[in-house]
């Protein structure tokens, strides 16, 4: 019987690595060495003991039978035993039979009291098997067992190589280890950077913006009458000219948490809430205050959604010890139309699904809301096992609704509030989904970023996006990509339908902020205004500063207070197509162009 192809080969390996990555790594679960709890887990043994799958990784082992021709397989007990019998029969059934061996930790108590059983020769040739490798522990004891016996351990082979100490160990000794996939493979290492990463161009930075001394997801960019608006966490809003000029800023009564909500723009108005209690809505054009409206002691991360269906703004407050409500107001006026209260903090950013007539909102009460649009009556309720802080996102396609929710999972619920499924993503989730076509697309505490099927929740590609395990910002998806910020301070641009990285750029800060992408014509790129360089230039109750290597510093007219600092990251910008901007707790707000290629 002849081997598979190459071709059949990769054809295994690809069905294998959809089953790893959809089924075998347990994310949010397991439990370290020192007892502390891991924030994911890789469980291959379901696999091994599928038939489908046991199949497949004995056909991948058998090239190295025929490389290394032993004249014995072995493992340690459990997951390599089980290997090593699917071998020992595959092998036979392509006429190169190997015998196999089972190592035991111990000598088996009772019996005939062996640590390796097998019908062992000494003097033997011996290719060892297992599930993984990460340290070097459990290979060095089968290896000291087959030595003992004047066995030759010719390589390790393993499904999964976690790239770790384990391999430097065994290659010291001169054992190569040989692998279906390593930990880079199924991307749970953070990517390097693209070859070819010309996508997009870096313009400017500006600032001060987010100082990041408050957890908490912060203010993305958006964008109107050709300015772009964000909240920072130092207690301002900021409205920006396109070339990152300061255009007007606008304080708020809170300096430690400050804005940590994405505005709206709306008909020459933008719409935020502070964590000083008040919702506020100003003068797109100049800053002016228009309205206030405070219903509540604080607002939090719950950014404002707009239904044009029913002219109304929906945004939740919080109170007291344990006060949460979700608000729809007027948002002309800032009347408010009516309040629902739930059983805490509303910290996420309401849903709406004008097919149903339905806002969604969930609380620290761990409770999702469904409730009617127009009148804030409970239409229906789901209890998850966790806090509920992120956004809630609804499709309009299916009407289904898809939140996460600090007991680790993302779900999806149909307009009934039934569950269509739910997948356990980590220890605890703070993101908002965003649904684009057959895909949803989540990012985790973890800082990965997640991309399923919407309908089934079957896990279609997943990206490590650093190792520094914390959260990251909230996906975006434009243009058949997925923009995403990382904790460990990198901007990705990556592929929607498979994931692969197609640009990157590494800030100084984590980004926990969504990123903000507009298309040409409308939205914000260089157009900077003639300056007189290495002087100050009065204008408009400011003093400009631009000095050498692009920087310009904008003080007030007596000059004793800095406003604000833009830097030009270049001289000339070729064409370009759309622009990005990233947020970065290093106090910066990044403005990209995606260059034009011919």
Sequence with gaps: MKLPSEKELEKYKKILYSEIVDNAIKWGQGILMDGSPAGWTVDLREAILTPEYAHIISQLFMPLIY???PDYVAGMTVAAGCLVSQLVLLSHIYGVPV?????????KADGMQRQIEGQLREGSKVLLLDDIINSSDVALKSIEQLVK????????AVILNFQSSGQHDLNKLGITVHHIFTLSDINMKPPPVPEDNTMFLPVWKAGIVNSGAYYAPKSGPVSGEGRIFLGSDRGYFISLHTDGLLDWFFPVGEVYKGIQVTPVYRKGRVYFGSYDGYIYCLKASSGNLLWKQKWGDWVGCSSPVFDPAGDLFFMGI????????????????GNLKWRFKTGEYV??????????????????????????????TEKWRFITDGYIKGGITSDPLTNYCYFTSYDGYLYCLDRDGEIVWKRKLGQWLYSCPCVSHDRVVVTTEADYVFSLNKMTGKIIWKRCMSDRWKMCAYPVIKHGRVYAGSYGGTVYVMSLYDGSILWSFNTGGSVMAPCGVFSKGKKPLLNREKLKKNSFNVKGGRLYYPGPGGLTHIFNQDATRLLWSVYSLQEEIPSYSNTLLASSNDG???????????
Excluded at 149 to 156: E, K
């Design 67 to 69: 490389r290394y021709r």
């Design 99 to 107: 015998k196999g061996l089972y190592i035991r930790r111990e000598p």
């Design 149 to 156: 016996h004047r066995c030759m351990p010719v390589a390790l």
């Design 318 to 333: 919080e109170y007291g010890s344990h006060g949460g409500d979700l608000c729809a107001f007027n948002g002309m006026d």
């Design 347 to 376: 910290t996420c950013a309401p849903g709406i699904n004008s097919n149903t007539d339905t806002v969604f909102v969930g609380s620290l009460d761990k409770t999702l809301y469904a409730l009617d649009l127009h009148e804030g």
């Design 588 to 598: 910066y707000l990044y403005c990209f162009a995606e260059v034009d290629k011919e």
